[in-house]
Each structure stands twice: as C-alpha cells, then as structure tokens.
C-alpha cells in the first residue's frame, strides 16, 4: 500500500515527489461544479470540496474531519501567511506562495454565518471562494465560473474577478492532523 501511495504521488517531471495538497486538488480537475458538493453519486464539487480534497490527501483524514467555515479552518489546518495579510487582489504578493497554500478569496460583503477573517484597507472582509496554490501562478479550483474544477493562473483569475473579490488571504498548511480524524469515503472516488 505505501509503494501505490508513493506512486500516486510523484510528479511526472522525474518522481519529485508532489505537495499532497496539490496532488488531491487536481483529484477534481474536470468535475462539474455544484454548489456544497463532495462528489458522492453524481454530485458535483464546489471550491470548498476541492481543497477538502487537498486536506483529506495530505492529512490522510476524511473531509468531514475539517470545518466548513474558513475562519475556524485557519487555525486546524496551519497558519496564515505572514503579514500582510489578507492583500488586494490588485497586488496579490503571489510571489510569496508555494505549493500547497489554501487561498481564500475575500470581498468586503459580510457572511453572516462567520465572523471576518481580517481587515483590507481598514475595512472588514469576508472569505467567499477558496483553492490552492499549485506552483507556477496557478491554482486548483472548483469554480462557479468555469462551472468546474480547474487549474488556472491565479493572477489572471484575480485581475478577471476584480470587482468580486477584493483580496487573498493565504494559509499554509502545516501537515498537522485535525483534532478529530474520521474516516469515510474520500471527496473524489470514482
């Protein structure tokens, strides 16, 4: 079993080994988007879903082990990107992530549901789309746009979306189990 999991997880490009968190991201590439899915049946998958991918694959644990609400997710899955953050969409420091990165995208229209992740421009922000970072300006998103999930430039995507989303607020991933590992089948099982 570890031989197929060391397997599953090399990179094309001469076995380095790929960030766990990208591998099961790309897990969803192609899948058509549906809001709350987790691709059980034949739902589809949301932005949430396809980074609970990245989780499940690089925690080993299920993703009804992680939250749903990003601000309590910061804080079991790693730690925010140092300061500053979150930063506008118009200069998004994209230089400053690796592989791996959860990226939300926040705007300043309040989610009742949670409180506010941070500030930008002295003003509350809330997160409403999430991903990861790939390497190279990409990252891997289920995406209400594209109706699917895709790997796309980030900047590209930030600079088309403008006027959604008024910034990024980045959390690295430390590799650190949930407090509660479940298992159950994983988001993507086909």
């Not at 082990?65 to 420091?93: M, Q, R, W, Y």
């Not at 409180?115 to 790939?134: A, N, R, Y």
Request: charged residues 20%; proline residues 9%; glycine residues 12%.
């Amino acid at each position: 079993m570890l031989h197929l999991v060391v397997l599953l997880t090399l990179a094309q490009d001469g076995g380095t080994p790929e960030n766990p968190w990208v591998a099961g991201a790309r897990t969803t590439l192609g899948i058509r988007y549906d809001f709350g899915g987790r691709v059980r049946g034949t739902e589809g998958i949301d932005c949430y879903g396809t980074m609970l991918a990245g989780a499940e694959r690089a925690t080993g644990c299920g993703w009804r082990s992680f939250t749903v609400k990003p601000t309590e997710l910061v804080a079991t899955i790693g730690a925010p990107l140092d300061s500053p953050n979150p930063v506008p969409s118009t200069d998004p420091h994209l230089e400053r992530l690796q592989p791996g990165d959860v990226v939300m995208l926040v705007d300043f229209i309040e989610n009742p549901a949670e409180p506010s992740i941070g500030t930008l421009d002295g003003k509350p922000v809330w997160v409403w789309h999430v991903g990861v970072f790939s390497g190279d300006g990409l990252w891997i998103v289920g995406d209400h746009f594209a109706g699917k999930a895709v790997e796309t430039d980030l900047a590209a995507y930030l600079e088309e979306h403008a006027q959604t989303y008024a910034g990024l607020y980045v959390v690295r991933p430390s590799g650190k189990k949930p407090p509660v590992c479940r298992r159950h089948p994983p988001v993507v099982h086909r």
